[in-house]
């Protein structure tokens, strides 16, 4: 399988600084909070710049709309944001355009962009904006100073904290936490997830809460769950909960033990109808001034070393410093899990049958 290469540059479609070939891209991403903060930094300057236009849509994630559509010689889409394993395995199956790093804007004191993007940000087929965090997060009015939820095992102990709980209805995320609340130390997660042995103990685990739990699929959903009362707790990404909490004033609480660290990235279909422009509007919005101005939108931190010393204030409350906030701020980054995105390029198909059995039974 052909693994991420983050300083050699591909053999692919070269970025330019020009768009050509459209007035109008589709740029398709996951909704809500995040698609703002995408459109605050991204496509508003962007389409300033060039007089291009941009429609916007929102997916839940997966390969399978890209698949269907380049298989079918029908795309549509011209620029997806997705998660890395899905990156991998995109490049892998012939399904997205190799993408020349080389030509990716370099930081403002001329290191080459290659060496100022963070490690897992660039691959054959996909450059990386955000670092973001699968977390829990629960109600802070509904538990007094005393005995409230600190850690994974937390989350999953419907004794001592009863009430619904609510989980991505996907295995990604739910099998590293439910070892981690099995008392598996967050570095050995996938060695044990690696195992037959290790599978069975982490869906043992989910068993363990099967009855209590409310699904959810789209990123909107978890804040809401937990707003409307239907869950005590849920898993939710970390910058839908900060959204919450700093933009709706929701007395929310993010519990970091155990949070699955990710990144987010553009990819390209094969075939996008508006591919030149699609590379242009890539190339700018991963420029480190947009990476800066997104993380003032949402609480994901930029995928350039020379964005970081940029993030300020949250934009719409200059007194609410971002850092804090980031997955990767020290005191939230104790006992993390980065993603094993080689695992789930290699395993994802094989677990999502399982997962959905499992779900059925």
Known sequence: MKRAILLA?????????????????????????????????????????????????????????????????????????????????????????????????????????????????????????????TIYAYDGSKYNAFDRPRSMIDFFDTKKFPGKRGLRKSPKANLEMALVADGVAAAD??????????????????????????????????????????????????????NAMASEGKPFEIVWDGQVFDVDLWVIPKGAPNKQAALDFLAFSTDTQRLADQAAWISYGPARKSSAPLVG????????????????????FMNAIANGFEFWADNQDELNERFNAWLAS
Not at 80 to 93: H, N, Q
Not at 205 to 214: C, G, N
Request: glycine content about 8%.
């Open 189 to 242: 997660v996938y060695d044990v997830l690696s195992t037959s042995e290790g599978v069975d103990r982490a869906f043992a685990k989910l068993d363990s809460i099967k009855d209590d739990v409310v699904w959810w699929e789209a990123g909107a959903q978890p804040p809401q769950l937990l707003a409307d009362g239907e869950v005590k707790m849920t898993t939710a990404y970390n910058g839908r909960i900060f």
């Open 313 to 332: 204030s949250y934009n719409s409350d200059p007194n609410l410093a971002m850092g804090p906030h980031m997955p990767t701020a020290p005191a939230n």
């Open 9 to 133: 540059a591909s053999s692919g479609i070269a970025l330019t600084g020009t768009a050509y070939a459209a007035d109008t891209i589709t740029v398709v991403s996951w909704g809500g909070a995040y698609t703002k903060s995408q459109v605050e930094a991204y496509h508003k300057p962007w389409m300033s710049k060039t007089g291009n236009k941009i429609v916007s849509e929102d997916y839940n994630g997966g390969l399978a709309e890209v698949k269907a559509q380049v298989e079918a010689g029908n795309v549509t889409w011209d620029i997806v944001d997705v998660e890395l394993s899905d990156a991998i395995r995109g490049c892998d199956e012939g399904l997205l355009e190799e993408i020349d790093h080389s030509a990716l804007p370099a930081a403002p004191d001329g290191t080459p962009a290659t060496e100022d993007f963070i490690g897992l940000a660039l691959h054959d087929c996909a450059v990386a904006n955000i670092v973001w965090s």
